[in-house]
């Protein structure tokens, strides 16, 4: 079965009338997957209450819970009338809400918090199908957590979720309608886990890599990725296309549209990605597939919460294997590193995770002295850079004149040009860009 799928974030289904929306925009004869993200503020809103758990703060615990509720129980009302339909959604709502406050009294772990974070999207999918029926529109709904499952290295488990998917699906060979949960996943023990914010995007680009479907659909707020972030900087414009490694780029290097490794199952097995805008569903929004794009710089991205780490030795000067020896203590703390810079006494490199920072410290300090700066921003400055056409560094500094640059990275890869600033100059970096590169 040759099965789109499309998913659709948070606001598109953030209130009762997004919902019915939804039903009308999905509800027509290609045979589908919806992916569904929790609806706009759950997710945060369980985070605040998990938080609150591990505080053990149970004064406060229950009016969250109770206040998160309420708004369901409004939802509920819009969107079921008839008496039988609004006792099933208000059941559906008890279910959930009795299963979190449940945790008011155990001993509050990470599976807990886990736990709790899937119930934004194993809320809506069940709203969403429940709603559906409503309207007499037949669906099967797909439960996540019976085939999304990650491996012990926290990746997806390409091979289960294929098998568990196709056998499933062919119980069902003359339905045209699926819906699943995004984000919720399994780990290799069997407990629930889930993708990572913004995860659903991620669900949808797996699925669609393991069902070798036509196209992924990803439908939000905006129509398709802009050419700067546009919560800062005005004005941006829509990017009608992208390649798969410019968009990975710019998913990775923080153009929140897109989850950061989205783009990788879906070009592993080439297949276009399209984001559209489920307000304006016939603007055209971002193709992004496997053809290479036209020559020239399409987009910025910034990722905040940069660390960079400035190593220097004595030692480096002339010397093989120094190189190795830094590396090898990151991949030891399972650490990547983003951006690196090189002189003939030091190294400097960015992480953006901080939880094995101090034991990598510890071990980088036997080795060279070493320096730490917080709060850094990579800007990445996306398109076809052809390595041997003169003018784009200098476009890209020239922008940025008046911007003190802690690292520069050009030349990694055609697709990327990098700076590190610290980022308090975060926003007057894009601003510069949008106006040097893109004449705004
Ligand atoms: P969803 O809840 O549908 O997953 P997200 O909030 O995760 O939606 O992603 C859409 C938002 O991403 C947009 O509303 C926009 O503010 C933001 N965004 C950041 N950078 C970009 C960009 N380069 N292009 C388009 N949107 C961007
Ligand atoms: N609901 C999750 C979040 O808010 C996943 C998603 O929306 O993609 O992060
Ligand atoms: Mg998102």
Redesign the pocket.
Known sequence: MNLLIQK?????VGSPQRIKDLAKLTCDTTPKIVVL?AM?GTTNALVEICETLYNKDNAKVNPLIQSLEDKYRLVVHDLFSETEALQKGMQLLQQHFDYIRGFTLDMFTANEEKAILAQGELLSTALFQYYLETQKQTSVLLPALQFMRLDTNEEPDMAYIEQQLTETLAQYPTTPFFITQGYICRNAFGEIDNLKR?G??YTASIIGAALRSPEIQ?????D????????IVQP?H?IHHLSFDEAAE?AYF??????PTCILPAQKRNIPVR?KN?MQPQAEGTLINNTNSSEGIK???AKDGIVAINIKSERMLLAYGFLRAVFEIFERHKTPIDMITTSEVAVSLTIDSTIHLNDILIELKEIASVQVEMEQTIISIVGQIPKDKAGYGYKVLEALQHIPLRMVSYGGSSNNVSVLVNSVHKKEALVALNKGLFGY
Request: net charge negative; no cysteine.
């Open positions: 659709f974030g948070g606001t598109s993200s706009s913004g659903s995007d990803i439908w939000t707020d905006i398709g990725m802009h050419n700067n972030d546009p919560r941006t829509p710019l923080g153009a929140k549209i897109l989850h984001l489920t987009a910025i991205a």
